[in-house]
């Protein structure tokens, strides 16, 4: 069997449907869009929300809150996590990844978990109980500008 030999089963590909070509075609005339109206004219456009004219779902329910444009978001990192790594080793944000620990955005060490070997840690931010592990396992925590 060869590339240009191939071929497709008996009716596995059917010819598209050609409307608007004649009334007895069966798809003549308004070529199956029906009588007047939005949707029977050409270029016709419509929002996903159009609801008929009805007030949008979208816009009938409530918006609270803020979202602060600013936001900074951040990977969290436990401590228990860390304990993996062997004493003296300089933890940064590539090597996190690398360990599959943390994705592409900044990084925040956690302080769930026990205290890890000394370490120096340069992340993104701490948290003051994790800062407060590291430090008394003998280890360093640097903070990295994003």
Same mark, same amino acid.
């Given at each position: 069997?060869?590339?240009?030999?191939?071929?497709?089963?008996?009716? /596995? &590909? #059917? !010819?598209? *449907?050609? @409307?608007?070509?004649?009334?007895?075609? +069966?798809?003549?005339?308004?070529?199956?869009?029906?009588?007047?109206?939005?949707?029977?004219?050409?270029?016709?456009?419509?929002?996903?929300?159009?609801?008929?004219?009805?007030?949008?779902?979208?816009?009938?329910?409530?918006?609270?809150?803020?979202?602060?444009? /600013? &936001? #900074? !978001?951040? *990977?969290? @990192?436990?401590?228990?996590?860390?304990? +993996?790594?062997?004493?003296?080793?300089?933890?940064?944000?590539?090597?996190?990844?690398?360990?599959?620990?943390?994705?592409?955005?900044?990084?925040?060490?956690?302080?769930?978990?026990?205290?890890?070997?000394?370490?120096?840690?340069?992340?993104?931010?701490?948290? /003051?109980?994790?800062?407060?592990?590291?430090?008394?396992?003998?280890?360093?925590?640097?903070?990295?500008?994003?």
């Amino acid at each position: 069997m060869e590339l240009h030999s191939l071929q497709n089963t008996p009716g /596995a &590909r #059917r !010819a598209r *449907r050609r @409307v608007g070509r004649g009334e007895s075609s +069966g798809r003549g005339k308004t070529a199956g869009k029906g009588n007047k109206g939005q949707m029977s004219r050409t270029g016709h456009k419509r929002k996903p929300t159009f609801e008929g004219g009805q007030m949008r779902l979208v816009r009938r329910i409530p918006k609270r809150g803020f979202h602060n444009p /600013a &936001r #900074r !978001a951040f *990977r969290p @990192v436990n401590v228990a996590a860390l304990a +993996g790594f062997a004493a003296g080793t300089e933890v940064t944000p590539d090597l996190l990844r690398e360990a599959g620990l943390a994705g592409r955005a900044a990084i925040k060490i956690l302080g769930t978990g026990a205290a890890p070997p000394r370490l120096t840690v340069k992340a993104h931010a701490f948290s /003051a109980q994790a800062r407060a592990k590291i430090e008394a396992a003998g280890g360093t925590c640097e903070i990295l500008q994003t």
